[in-house]
């Protein structure tokens, strides 16, 4: 028998209908779920079972609220909450209580979700790691830095989890631990109340165990129209493979996971067919590191000033003084070529349908101390384009392997429909 | 004699180099100027004398702290600050106190500035007014959404303030008041605890009383170099007169300031020819409404939620549950055909070093209940392009009226040199 805390979100939603389920029983589930858990993979940088029975309880008694009427989540903990602390990964906020709820946080409890918690973010969404460790080995990381979402949803803690992407921050925990990760379009989902890291890159996404729990989250956040995804066929599609510039950087294993890929989605007829980033990408991972250089230590300008000895030495020394460094110029013209390069994907885009190109260079690493490589995550974020990781494959170490793809700017539903037809043909059953 | 709060803020600076000005005789100017006016013009939503002298005195102490060292300024109340309350000019937020400043707040502390206190914003930079009269007429409205702000620099309180602007709310309060305001190119300055209206449009701009003044404070708050403005003529720049689609929305008294300055500007050897707006502009600003209207009611759920009794009818009624109203494919559709006017300019401007359009339909309206039409900062506002306006011209009313120049996206500082050349040539002396 399956246990609710099992249960897609779309299928809770469908028992809530049918009377079948009540919201405290999932809640409930997914409580003891946690409780379970949480000593192996630490998810949660707050949790109160309490207050989430709380909520459960009430929406069993009032009308179904929205989309995600009943549904558990969890939010980053670089987003404000009202009703829980929000620590943005730093000791320097630790219990800190904003006042109001982030507008993606508001949105999802007008449309009827349940906040469970609080996940481990690294340090403002940047590199020092926080306590997460990945749930299918608890020795290898769970990549970052929205590190608790991606562990949470993945080990079925909640159906539904919150996370930012300013380098490779949703999609890079995704693979690595297992679990479908959505970065939208840059601007679909406000980062208000959200702890600016890059403002030119920062992007709120999503977690969950399905594509139709994705479009149901999307429709819950945006507090839009839920419609099921369009039908989509595999056969037709036209499919670019990009093994981009970071290509020696991927393992064997990764290698293998990619090609395979690309030959069974052309089995399944689609026609795939090579894509090579040209001319403006030249340098555009310096560029990505440019912007982000320039921007980081401005947003980060109150805690530089007044709590320098709290920031890690690895932020502090390495990141913000460094990018402090970096003259307006250099910024300015970085910003210039990666408009550049948003040209150029969005002419690209007239021959494809999607990208295909790799979640991450490799299984999550050994150790907790490096939350992994985000170079193949930077080309969706950077260019302003969704993506989305599925997790196909496992690795040599039994970890997972995800595969990316990506769609054309604005094109958010589209691209998860394609991924909802490629994913079962792409899926290896490990 | 002149007294201090009438200094420039390069003038003032020069004065410290000098060591013939200390930072507290010119705060206390200030102060003494501002205790002087305030109760006619209500500019402060926040004012603290003694944390003002406090910050001068320490200033006065240390060493040189950046390009902005001892310059008072203000900041738009709906920017966050760890010393003084916020409340976003809504009673739901009296005497809320922010845990940090926001970025653009501590790059300008950083940089030496001193704030002053918090200027009347309207209520959540909508359409809702505050307490601020037009320095020039208490009768009149300063404009809005930045009301303060522009009331402030423009009576010689300060000779710094922080604006933002979604529709028109920083260019025309400074037009209506009578000082300069500069709107950058969208995110040029992070909008990071700056409380969100519509997060497509949100730009933090500057009021000044001088284009030095200008590139002076923008250097502070960007925390780069401050380097002079670049010398430049009148003669041989090219200008395109667009007087927009909104054209018979200008008072006769507007219409001639405006032609009036192109001939001007052509008299002093400018090429000046009329920009029509075309094609993709069809119903433009119902594009803009169609975004706003589809955000705005977003970013503010949680007051939407938790305090609708606290929210003017005007906004919850007119504006919060009109845009609710409002489908995802509209709002798509908006956002797509807006990229395509930016795109549109970007190519017009190859032909334009400066667009020269009015700033404001007619002087400041009589009553304090309206804060005037937008419509003439909207072209720039939703381009993203940067746009400043100058004082340089009276109606028959006695009130300010304005001339903005706009420039290409990214070119701040070459328009603030173009407006720094074109000022004394427009300036009418009145």
Redesign the interface.
Known sequence: MTEPYELSATDAAARFDAGSLTVEALVASCIARIEAREDAVRAWKHFDRDAALAQARALDRGPKRGPIHGIPFGAKDIIDT?TMPTGYGSPI?EG?QP???A?CV??S??SGGVLMGKTVSTEFASRHPGATRNPHNPAHTPGGSSSGSGAAVADKMVPFAFGTQTGGSVIRPAAFCGCIGYKPTY?LI???GVK?NT??FDTVGLYARTLDDIALFRAGV????HEPLAPCSVSGLRIGFCRTMFWDRASEATHKVLESAAETLARAGAAVSDLTLEGPFDGYEDLGKTVTGF?FP??????R??HPEKLSEELFEKRLKAG?EI??ETY?SA??KLAACRCWLADAFAGYDAILTPSAPDEAPEGLGYTGDPCFNILATWTYTPAVTLPTSTGPKGLPIGVQLMGPH?QDLRLLAIAKAAFPVLWEGV
């Not at 945006?222 to 129209?225: K, Q, R």
């Open positions: 009202a906020y800190h006042a109001i709820d507008p508001a949105l409890l007008q601007g406000s980062a208000a600016e403002r030119s945006l507090a839009v129209d921007e401005r947003a980060l300008t109150f805690e000033t007044h402090l003259d307006f300015q910003l210039e604005g």
